[in-house]
């Protein structure tokens, strides 16, 4: 199979190029903008989404049967900055994908986000209906349109808060934490944020299985536990054996994002046959899989 990854040099792309590259049969071709990974035996392109012809010339070359789109400007506060450039990106590539998917007769994987939902319940189900109130939200749930309104086979899968260690010159949630908490800082986690925190090895896992199977449709993929900031410090806290007396629970959300998100992935689970791990063992693989300085 011959799968393009666009998006591959990001912090779910680089896990999921290495997991793929490992699996006989599979060729794999990812894409990087701004930095160019490790040479790793699988092949890399450097393409800006916006460039349609850039886009054109790597579908000709490559000729995918499954293109993975994870690229995106993915920061709620940078789409927000710069809305026009986030919307191109974000909205209008995505387009640009989904009709040269169709025309070169491949499958896409698109991966999408919580964002799309208005944050006013929470844990929401993939049939639960799109409002977002953020600019990134706005652009996401416009790009899973794009894609949706266009017959060829297609897959969307929403997640919620990846966390995993990001790799060189990147930040992450947990990983970030855990070094605050070992070094005695004090961490204030809002009660009201709610969100379904994954690992990004049982997030990949699903990815890799729209890859290789074909289920048409939008799925949610996250992780089984749907917990406030607070609740999600403490089991990182708990995780890796550092004080939890250093979380503090804070009423209410800091910022004006959505707040109470969170997927609801039951059905998705079911319908790919994956176990759908939570905090503690997620915490866990995580920590079994720290990387050595
Ligand atoms: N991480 C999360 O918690 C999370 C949660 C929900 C949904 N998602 C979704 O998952 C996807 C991947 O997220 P991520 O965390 O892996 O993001 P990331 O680490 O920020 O990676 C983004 C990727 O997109 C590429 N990119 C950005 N702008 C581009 C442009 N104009 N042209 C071409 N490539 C461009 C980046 O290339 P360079 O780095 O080489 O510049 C990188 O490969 C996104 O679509 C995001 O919406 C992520």
Redesign the pocket.
Same mark, same amino acid.
């Given at each position: 199979m011959r799968i393009l990854v666009i @998006?591959?040099? @990001?912090?779910?792309?680089q896990y999921l190029v290495r997991r793929l590259g490992r699996t006989p049969g599979h060729e794999v071709t990812g894409?990087?903008? *701004? &930095?160019p990974p490790a040479s790793d035996g699988n092949s890399w392109h450097k393409? =800006? #989404? !916006?460039d349609t012809g850039g886009l054109e010339q790597l579908f000709r070359l490559f000729r995918p049967d499954v293109v993975v789109h #994870?690229?995106?400007?993915?920061?709620v506060g940078t789409a927000e900055r710069s809305p026009e450039r986030a919307t191109a990106?974000n909205t209008t590539a995505t387009a640009a994908i989904a009709g040269l998917c169709r025309m070169h007769d491949a499958r896409l994987v698109f991966? *999408? !986000? =919580?964002y799309v939902f208005d944050g006013t319940h929470g844990f929401y189900r993939e049939d639960d209906a799109p409002n977002p109130t953020t600019h990134y939200g706005q652009t996401?749930w416009e790009a899973e349109q794009e894609v949706a309104k266009l017959d060829f086979p297609w897959s969307i899968l929403r997640?919620?808060?990846?966390y995993g260690w990001p790799g060189p010159g &990147?930040r992450n949630f947990v990983p970030w934490l855990v070094a605050s908490l070992q070094s005695g800082q004090p961490y204030l986690g809002s009660t009201g944020v709610m969100r379904t925190p994954v690992y990004i090895e049982h997030l990949v896992d699903g990815i890799v299985k729209l890859v290789e199977e074909d289920y048409p449709g939008t799925h949610h993929v996250a992780g089984k536990d749907w917990v406030s900031m607070y609740d999600f410090a403490v089991a990182v806290a708990d995780g890796f054996q550092l004080d939890r007396g250093l979380v503090i629970s804070a009423d209410g959300a800091p910022s004006q994002a959505p707040d109470m998100l969170g997927l609801d992935c039951a059905r998705t689970m079911n319908l790919l046959n994956l176990p759908q791990p939570g905090l503690t063992e997620g915490i866990a693989a995580m920590r079994a899989n720290t990387p050595h300085p």
């Open positions: @998006g591959a040099s @990001g912090f779910i792309g894409t990087f903008l *701004s &930095r393409l =800006e #989404l !916006t #994870l690229a995106a400007i993915a920061d990106v991966v *999408s !986000t =919580e996401k997640t919620s808060i990846v &990147r």
